[in-house]
């Protein structure tokens, strides 16, 4: 069975640019998570998906983040404009029902110049 | 709110001694608590959970924590280190379903 799959791996861009991240979480699995992680520090949540919506967001930036999940299946996490500090991992999560364990994929490292 | 407290960011021990890293909760209810494990340049993985049935729970890798209400930890322990066991391992609590709160980690590292 595929796990979390997360793309891209790695990206480098200068502030002020978008940027976006894309995640197909285990199929099947009903919530999806965003979590940001910096350096030496443990994750972070930014929203969580129930299906389609977004049931906690309450961590996102809405600024300049934002993040859908159309049809309740791979979602997107956009910055936009990015600024030196969004430099971090970005990691999606998915699971299924209320067991609480919680899948991750790799992680999007960005780093912004 | 929940939290969770690790102590000690980096951890060294020599290869085949025990392994110990702490973590302690706060917590308003009966908590689920969890050990995670990322290996460099990967995903976090579920080491092991406790979900209020025996308060010593296995995992995966030779690892167990156990769970003391009395005092709010839930430490971390294998036996006998091996080299693969380097890794940054976060602590994770949960108060409510699919809501994780983790640790700031702790780095282990296995000397030969």
């Known amino acids: 069975e595929a796990g979390v799959v997360q793309s891209p791996r790695y990206k480098i861009i200068e502030k002020k640019q978008p940027v976006a991240f894309w995640c197909n979480p285990i199929?099947?699995?009903?919530?999806l998570y965003w979590y940001l992680q910096n350096l030496g520090q443990g994750p972070e949540l930014l929203i969580r998906?129930?299906?389609?919506?977004?049931?906690?967001d309450s961590q996102l930036p809405k600024d300049r983040f934002s993040a859908e999940r159309l049809k309740g299946v791979d979602s997107t996490l956009k910055i936009q404009p990015a600024e030196l500090g969004d430099s971090a991992v970005y990691l999606c999560?998915?699971?299924?029902?209320?067991?609480?364990?919680?899948?991750f994929g790799e992680g999007s490292r960005l780093t912004v110049l | 709110a929940q939290s969770v407290t690790q102590l000690g960011s980096h951890v060294s021990v020599s290869e085949g001694a025990l392994v110990l890293l702490r973590c302690n909760y706060s917590?308003?209810?009966?908590?689920?608590l969890f050990w995670y494990v990322q290996y460099p340049n990967q995903g976090l993985q579920l080491l092991l959970k406790?979900?209020?049935?025996?308060?010593l729970v296995k995992g995966i890798n030779g690892f167990e924590a156990e769970f003391k209400k009395s005092e709010t930890s839930f430490h971390l322990t294998k036996p006998s280190a091996h080299m693969s066991d380097a890794a940054e391992y976060f602590c994770?609590?949960?108060?409510?379903?699919?809501?994780?709160?983790f640790g700031q980690g702790t780095r282990l590292t296995i000397n030969p």
């Open positions: 199929s099947g699995h009903n919530t």
């Open positions: 999560a998915s699971s299924l029902g209320v067991s609480g364990e919680l899948f």
């Open positions: 998906y129930e299906n389609e919506e977004a049931v906690d």
């Open positions: 994770a609590v949960s108060e409510g379903a699919q809501k994780l709160v």
């Open positions: 406790y979900t209020s049935a025996a308060t």
């Open positions: 917590s308003s209810v009966p908590p689920y």
